[in-house]
């Protein structure tokens, strides 16, 4: 049996990979592990995204919860961020999110926060499947009193928006923004509070109907927010994903502004500020090259991990960052949240604007993107993590290794979210690296198919 976790928590096709049983296992297992050492009855807050399995999934996950003995809060349809602030702000004991962020409606996930808002540790993670593979050995299942029960909260929405727009407080007046809600948990969130703080908005892909989440619009669909943005004659547009834990921009000029870019902006503005903590921003490996030689230019210190924003988070804490990041636009503001925030990112990018009096266009010229082509390469779930034992794919990378070395950089990685090998090649020539890139990934492709 591979893994169950991924980088962000346990995801697959719903009903097919992610089942109600197993969701109720996870449920069962992980309110024990996140729990046992309590003396009080514990209880675990639970949102979801605005996927038709979310439904289904949440309340398999809450029963096996309740089976061993804990109270869940379920706050229905909210933004990732959200669940992670109210799990700390209201003392409880975990928090769950049902979600596949980005991916297609037929995906959904389920991620674990602790009592302080942060995503699971890999030990943590390793021992509620250890439970779950060992068929929950050693778990008394209470009866009577000792079985738990759920509270359902409508208003925590409102204390997510009331948070954010505390946390930055920007006056929004006379500025134009184009928001496009993915169809996913920021359908209310992001407008509301763009509004309360005196914007004028235009909503797009902010009525979801259960199946339309991520549907050509998103974060990861960016063209229609482009040519709104254009059309509106307005200041910015900002891109949601799914479960609202990144962010991407578009420019006036219908540019996109992606997260290192993002970081490049507000790190800098923040730096000026004296706000920035160690002068130091965190990334990963797959931030642009640019993005470090920005750094470098501007006096501050880049840090670099491996790939997912937990691993971002873990960094941060262990030096004192307050900002960290992926080029895909999950940032974290260490001081306002525990995990990516595309709200407080937004809100955030907004205020550089504001404060500045510049455009977008122009505060992105802080950093240049060096060409990168960026290809995905298709193969079965659990051989993604065995790419380099295939002997023909090892010796293609290193040969593309050699052939980009001192002139760019080759990483070749799985996904941790979706059966994918990655193929990322930066380099001077976008046409040369983009036929390498689709060079490798076929050969992956047909190699491990």
Known sequence: MARLFGTDGVRGVANE????????????AGAYVLTKEKEHKPTIMVGCDTRISGDMLANALMSGACS?????IFVGVI???????????????????????????????????????????????????????????????????????????????EEY???????????????????????????????????ELGGNIVAIHNNPDGTNINANCGSTHMEELQARV??????????????????LAVDENGTVVNGDQIMAIVGNHMKSQGKLKKDTIVATVMSNLGFFLMGKKNG????????????????????????GGEQSGHIIFLDENTTGDGLLSALHLLQVM?????????LACIMEMLPQALINAKVANHKKDQFMEYPQIARAIKELEEKFAGEGRVLIRPSGTEPLVRVMIEGKDQQAIREEAEKLANLIQDVMF
């Open 17 to 28: 990979e992610l089942t109600p049983l197993l969701a109720m296992q996870l449920g069962q």
């Open 68 to 72: 061993v003995g804990a109270n869940c």
């Open 79 to 157: 933004p990732t961020p959200a669940v992670a602030y109210l799990t700390q702000k209201y003392r409880v004991d975990a928090g769950v999110v049902i979600s596949a962020s980005h991916n297609p409606v037929e995906f959904n996930g389920i991620k674990f926060f602790d009592g302080n808002g942060y995503k699971l540790p890999d030990e943590l993670e390793d021992e509620i499947e250890s439970l779950i593979k060992e068929g929950l050995a050693g778990v008394k299942l209470p009866t009577g009193s000792g079985v738990g029960k759920v509270k359902y909260r409508t208003d925590a929405r």
């Open 161 to 195: 928006i009331n948070h954010s727009i505390k946390s930055v407080p920007v006056n929004l007046s006379g500025m134009k923004i184009v928001v496009d809600c993915a169809e996913g948990a920021s359908f209310y969130t992001s407008v509301e509070a763009l509004k």
């Open 230 to 247: 254009v059309y509106e004659k307005a200041n910015i547009g900002l891109a949601f994903d799914g479960d609202a834990d990144r962010l």
């Open 300 to 323: 501050m210190t880049i840090e670099q991990t491996k790939v997912g924003d937990r691993y971002v988070l873990e960094r941060m804490k262990e030096i004192g960052a307050s900002l």
């Open 354 to 362: 504001v404060e500045t009096g510049k455009s977008l266009s122009e």
